[in-house]
């Protein structure tokens, strides 16, 4: 047997070098498929839905009928700012957790932002610009001002729509979690009543004691 060295390779060198350029050449395929635009790449199940024409609307906002033009999925509170133009309803969080878009329908208050605007159909929905009393403040509108009631005056709007329907609840005698006893017909204007029913409307400048007392004094007014 010859002790030269052989010229060919082994059968396991053979083998690395295959799987060398398996691997490469799958490498170049993954990137190469990476540099294709989105439409190409995407299979056409994964293109977006054709948009739902817009429909015919009337909404019933602030006592005046306004008929709009929107898609089945649009939201109250877009439908307030981008088609009826009452941009006074403030977009927060867009998820229902901050309070800032909160407007009364049928008198009870509402996340506009978690609501279609074509559930509310027939309803009568106020809005920030619906509580002034003509050309004068409303009474709680007054009362924020007196007792310096906000800083930034984003959430405002939404604190105010959310403190006349807490308002009207505890005079309706509407329990809350921290009511003390639910028997009750008349409950009071207490600082944990009118906390807990504010309790979804946030303030990031902290003003929460003056909003309390602005609320305690226009119900006692």
Do not use: W
Request: charged share 20%.
């Amino acid at each position: 047997m010859s002790d030269q060295p052989s010229d060919h390779p082994s059968s396991t060198d053979a083998d690395v070098d295959s799987a060398r350029r398996g691997f490469m050449q799958s490498t170049l395929l993954v990137i190469g498929a990476t540099q294709l635009p989105a439409h190409a790449a995407a299979p056409p199940a994964a293109t977006a839905a054709a948009a739902v024409p817009p429909r015919p609307l009337t909404l019933n906002i602030n006592g005046k009928d306004h008929t709009l033009s929107l898609e089945p999925r649009v939201t109250l509170l877009d439908a307030l700012r981008e088609s009826a133009g009452l941009t006074g309803t403030k977009k927060g969080c867009d998820r229902g957790q901050c309070g800032a878009c909160t407007v009364l329908v049928d008198g009870r208050r509402i996340n506009a932002c978690l609501t279609l605007a074509i559930m509310h159909r027939g309803a009568k929905i106020t809005t920030i610009e619906g509580i002034a009393q003509g050309d004068d403040l409303a009474p709680i509108q007054a009362a924020f001002m007196e007792h310096d009631a906000f800083q930034c005056g984003y959430c405002t709007p939404g604190q105010i729509c959310s403190a006349v329907a807490c308002i009207d609840e505890i005079r309706a005698g509407t329990a809350s979690a921290v009511t003390p006893d639910v028997r009750e017909q008349k409950i009071s204007f207490t600082d944990p009543e009118i906390r807990e029913r504010m309790s979804g409307n946030l303030c990031r400048c902290g003003a929460y004691n003056n909003i309390v007392a602005a609320i305690r004094t226009t119900a006692n007014a």
